[in-house]
């Protein structure tokens, strides 16, 4: 069964930087499509960033310039550098991956941005 286990969230100041992290344990042949989630109370899962096979990358209107999607297919792990961040930033990101063409989900992780 795979597993992905996602890291570094936490409370940042408008106009601060986080990078969160999301690595994939288990059972993995393949890994195609990856991409990072995020959703806030009331509101739906909407995706901020994904990433290709290839390295191609797509931006949510709203973090395009500010954030930065990137994988490392060795280590089966993909991470999002998170820049000059707002309020409006706020919310659970969760890691979403393609494995074996099955979808699985990580846990989700708290991103705060207050003063």
């Known amino acids: 069964q795979v597993q992905l286990v996602e890291s570094g969230g936490g409370n940042v100041q408008p106009g601060g930087s986080l990078r969160l992290s999301c690595v994939a344990s288990?059972?993995?042949?393949?890994?195609?499509?990856i991409g990072w989630y995020r959703q806030t109370p009331g509101s739906q899962r909407a995706c901020a960033a994904l990433i290709g096979t290839t390295g191609t990358t797509r931006y949510q209107d709203s973090v395009k310039g500010r954030f930065t999607i990137s994988r490392d297919n060795a280590k089966n792990a993909v991470y999002l550098q998170m820049d000059s961040l707002k309020s409006e930033d706020t919310a659970i990101y969760f890691c979403?991956?393609?494995?074996?063409?099955?979808?699985?989900w990580g846990q989700g992780t708290q991103v705060t941005v207050s003063s």
């Open positions: 288990g059972n993995i042949g393949s890994i195609t499509p």
């Open positions: 979403f991956m393609v494995v074996d063409r099955t979808g699985v």
